[in-house]
């Protein structure tokens, strides 16, 4: 008898044609407005490597941020294949800890160019950033400081940009929307804040709560997010990151991608 989980799959599997339709248009939409767009891979935590990957070309997305629960290091010969057969380009990992150790930075390091990486989202420690500045430099690779909301080091725009002051220009933001409101942030200002160096993205809503909510649904100005991003000159992936419904995620992600669609053609 199949499980509950694995029922709730197989009828997401049915929402695919729907969805690759939007996404394919937005994808066209979006043209160089803004760069790329993709998935984060921790809104497919539920499933397998695998899976998730497929789910993300099904979805007619192109570009994926793994995170590292998703793909360890070691794994990497095994992912490539994977991202090879479906089509999927890993462009963006994380959120990973940098320490200021040089030779387990350098295996980040290998491991993201072998995998063709471009940014790692990073919570580095203070004491990094002068091996940050080396490695960034050598590796031609964007590290994205990614925001984590009240209680955490890198809690807004605020701290990152304090934090970036005077070191490599490839060293930045990964703005979290959803942590960034949580964190008292306006998510306009804040791509404002950091303009050229917000390196990456990971595109939430919430409610008046400041729970994580269907984009398009919350209160967030998204379109005026987007209209910034544009503004500063935004290069990087737009990831979408979509925290509910673990074991049946993708109908929330559809109505997403959905909203995100007709908010980008309203930027037209």
Do not use: W
Request: neutral net charge; proline residues 4%; contains cysteine.
């Amino acid at each position: 008898m199949a499980t509950r989980r694995e029922f709730l799959r197989q009828t997401a599997g049915t929402l695919f044609l729907a969805v690759t339709a939007v996404a394919a248009e937005m994808q066209k939409e979006r043209g160089e407005m803004l760069g790329k767009l993709g998935l984060q891979s921790y809104s497919l935590r539920r499933f397998p490597f695998s899976q998730a990957v497929a789910t993300v070309k099904q979805l007619g997305l192109t570009y994926l941020e793994a995170f590292p629960g998703h793909l360890p290091m070691e794994r990497a010969e095994e992912a490539k294949k994977v991202l090879a057969d479906n089509g999927v380009r890993l462009v963006a990992y994380g959120v990973v800890r940098m320490r200021n150790d040089e030779a387990a930075m350098r295996r980040l390091f290998d491991f993201a160019k072998t995998m063709g990486i471009e940014v790692l989202t990073a919570d580095p420690d203070p004491d990094s950033f002068d091996l940050l500045d080396k490695l960034v430099d050598e590796y031609g690779i964007y590290v994205a400081i990614h925001n984590h909301g009240p209680g955490s080091r890198y809690p807004g725009a605020e701290s990152v940009a304090k934090a970036i002051e005077g070191h490599h220009e490839c060293i930045g933001l990964c703005y979290d929307t959803g942590h960034a409101a949580r964190a008292g942030d306006d998510i306009v200002a804040g791509v404002r804040k950091v303009g050229k160096r917000v390196y990456g993205v990971h595109l939430k809503d919430v409610n008046h709560q400041k729970h994580d909510v269907i984009v398009g649904t919350g209160v967030l100005d998204i379109k005026g997010f987007l209209r910034a991003l544009k503004e500063v000159g935004f290069k990087g992936t737009l990831m979408l990151e979509y925290e509910l419904e673990p074991e049946n995620p993708v109908p929330g992600i559809q109505k997403s991608l959905n909203f995100v669609c007709q908010t980008l053609s309203a930027l037209r």
